[in-house]
C-alpha cells in the first residue's frame, strides 16, 4: 500500500490534460498498489497564496518562540510539507503555459521550500531532505517540446527536475502529452501519452 499524493495546477479545469493525464498515472499506480491511499490536490481551486515577508520570516522562527499570529501565517506552509512527507508517490500535474509551470504550483513549491525541514546544507554544500519518494510529472502542451525547436522552450520538465531534486526527490519521471494543437499530432497525442505510462 502506498500513500499518493496528485497535485493539479490547470486552469483548464474539466478539460485539462494533464489532470486526465495525472489520473491515468494515478489508476496505473493504484492497479499496482491494489489499497492504496489517494489525497488529490488541485492548487488552483485552493487560490494558494504567494509567500510574503510575513510567511518568509516564520520559516526562521524556532517552532517554540512562534506568537500566535506567527502560526496562523505559517499554518498553510506547515501543513504542504506534512502533506508532501507523508506521500510515498507524487503524481504533478504540470501544463506548459508560456513556457514554464502555472504560478499556483511555482507557489506550493515556494510554500514546502523550508530550510533545515525539506533541505539543510552540508558540508559539500545544500542537501535535500524529501528522499525515497518517487515523482510523476504529468506534463500537456499544445506544442511538442521534448525535441526540435521547441525543446529550448521546455522551463516545465527541466526545472523540475532541476529543483525537486535539490529537495531530495530524485527519481522522476517526466510523462508527456504533448503536440495537443498541433494537427496531425493532437488526433493521437494523449493516446500516446497514456500508453507511455509506466509505472516503476
Known amino acids: ?6 497535485l493539479m495546477s490547470s486552469i483548464q479545469e474539466n478539460g485539462s490534460h494533464s489532470i486526465q493525464l495525472g489520473r491515468a498515472i494515478v489508476g496505473r499506480i493504484q492497479e499496482k498498489y491494489p489499497g492504496s491511499i489517494l489525497e488529490e490536490l488541485n492548487l488552483v481551486d485552493i487560490d494558494i497564496p504567494h509567500l510574503n515577508p510575513a510567511v518568509l520570516r516564520t520559516f526562521f522562527i524556532p517552532g517554540d518562540q512562534l506568537t500566535e499570529e506567527d502560526k496562523v501565517s505559517i499554518r498553510f506552509s506547515d501543513e504542504m510539507v506534512a502533506q508532501l512527507l507523508a506521500a510515498d508517490i507524487i503524481v ?9 509551470i502555472h504560478s499556483s504550483l511555482k507557489a506550493w513549491i515556494d510554500h514546502i521550500t523550508r530550510a533545515g ?14 528522499t525515497g519518494k518517487k515523482v510523476y510529472v504529468a506534463m500537456s502542451s499544445g506544442g511538442v517540446y521534448s525535441d526540435g525547436p521547441g525543446k529550448a522552450n521546455d522551463f516545465v520538465a527541466p526545472y523540475l527536475n532541476a529543483f525537486l531534486g535539490f529537495l531530495g526527490m530524485k527519481d522522476l519521471t517526466v510523462v508527456r502529452a ?8 493532437m488526433e493521437y497525442a494523449m493516446e500516446k501519452a497514456i500508453d507511455s505510462i509506466s509505472i516503476d
Open 1 to 6: 500500500m502506498k500513500r499518493i499524493l496528485h
Open 92 to 100: 504533478m500535474g504540470a501544463p506548459l503555459y508560456n513556457f514554464t
Open 117 to 130: 525541514i525539506t533541505f539543510g546544507y552540508g558540508e559539500n554544500g545544500p542537501v535535500g531532505k524529501v
Open 178 to 185: 504533448e503536440g495537443l494543437k498541433v494537427p496531425g499530432v
